[in-house]
């Protein structure tokens, strides 16, 4: 699982990074040349901040760590598409299931957040962040849209419509002047055929929300 694979890495970088602190720089220099530039600089540069914001040597590396794995995580297309691949089956399954908070499952990003743990004291990937739904689609501004659509519905169905989260998620498509605010993505589950899968995923949702909105006005039920 790739977040095996990005804990081991970050493990070698932050021991490389002690290393490099104690006057050692070869193993810094090596992991360098065959990590991207930006997840080395990522790690010590949130190390430096840390300290200087006077956390602990163990708190700084914690955060240098996982801040370093998310670096990697967004650097990974295929990582990216299984996370949004899961995340997007999780929302559209709360739309012909009973309403959970959760999926059974956890997502990748909780699974990452425990994968660091080196011991009791020391778990290098425990900040690591999970991104908004949102976020996925930042360079598809139609897809930001449903994802944001989807968010509100999910939200009025979990909470109550009071609820500051409910309110939040309806002020962000609001602002956003969202035209899908009023879709029933029951509807759009119902279009989307066979299992959910990483490739083609987030197509599949768009070209769903298409053949609701071009077939006759559905809107959201009520809860």
């Known amino acids: ?34 990590t991207p530039p ?3 600089s990522t790690f010590k540069q949130t190390y430096e901040a840390a300290s200087a914001a006077n ?3 163990r708190q700084a590396l914690e955060r240098a760590g996982s801040a370093a794995w998310n670096a990697m995580f967004f650097d990974n297309k295929e990582w990216v598409g299984f996370y949004t691949a899961q995340t997007i089956q999780s929302y559209m399954n709360n739309f012909v299931k009973p309403f959970v908070s959760m999926s059974a499952s956890p997502s990748p990003v909780d699974t990452a957040q425990v994968s660091g743990k080196i011991s009791e004291n020391l778990n290098l990937t425990r900040y690591v962040e999970k991104p ?9 501004d139609n897809l930001r849209h449903i994802a ?4 509100y519905q999910r939200a009025r169905h979990l909470f109550d419509d009071d609820d500051h989260r409910t ?15 009023d879709i029933d993505f029951r509807a759009v589950r119902a279009q989307i055929q066979g299992a959910f899968a990483a490739h083609g ?6 070209n769903s929300v298409a053949a609701v909105t071009a077939g006759p006005t559905r809107r959201p ?3």
């Open 132 to 140: 908004r739904f949102t976020e996925l689609f930042s360079d598809n």
């Open 201 to 206: 995923m987030a197509e599949r949702l768009e």
């Open 55 to 57: 956390n602990t040597h």
């Open 38 to 40: 930006h997840v080395m």
């Open 1 to 34: 699982m790739q977040s095996g694979l990005s804990k081991a890495h970050v493990t070698e970088i932050a021991i490389a990074y002690e290393m490099s602190r104690a006057g050692d720089t070869e193993s810094w220099d090596s992991l360098s040349n065959v």
């Open 167 to 181: 309110k939040e998620a309806l002020a962000r498509a609001v602002h956003g002047k969202n035209p899908y605010l």
């Open 148 to 151: 944001e659509a989807l968010e």
């Open 221 to 223: 039920a009520d809860r």
